[in-house]
Nanobody
Framework: QVQLVESGGGLVQAGGSLRLSCAAS????????MGWFRQAPGKEREFVAA????????GYADSVKGRLTISRDNAKNTVYLLMNSLKPEDTAVYYC???????????????????????WGQGTQVTVSS
């Protein structure tokens, strides 16, 4: 079992920044990749960013490349999403997710498909005003 708790969401003006955190408990955090996803009202949940268990490999949706940065601190069992240059279209509930048990036993692997992720946090709201 993995428990995930997100924090850091809020209301910000366009062009502003936020840092989301996701604290994990349960199974050894450094064993599995992590991802961030988001869901806007009336839309399907979509991939935002992912990071391998080692932190050495990352991937991003095209819509957020250059603005959002995913990172992790395995000593603190936490994954982060630094969000810069926010736009109104970034408004959504943001979820972190754990690829546990690991899909592949590879330090550099991460997944962009939400179906791979078995554990999810409760979500944190990010609202960007224009």
């Amino acid at each position: 079992q993995v428990q995930l708790v997100e924090s850091g969401g809020g209301l910000v003006q366009a062009g502003g920044s936020l840092r989301l955190s996701c604290a994990a408990s349960g199974r050894t955090f450094s064993r599995y990749a992590m991802g961030w996803f988001r869901q806007a009202p009336g839309k399907e949940r979509e991939f935002v960013a992912a990071i391998s268990r080692s932190g050495g490999s990352t991937g991003y949706a095209d819509s957020v490349k250059g603005r959002l940065t995913i990172s992790r601190d395995n000593a603190k069992n936490t994954v982060y999403l630094l969000m810069n240059s926010l736009k109104p279209e970034d408004t959504a509930v943001y979820y972190c997710a754990a690829d546990f048990p690991p899909t592949y036993d590879s330090a550099g692997y991460y997944a962009t498909d939400l179906a791979v992720y078995d554990y999810w946090g409760q979500g944190t709201q990010v609202t960007v005003s224009s």
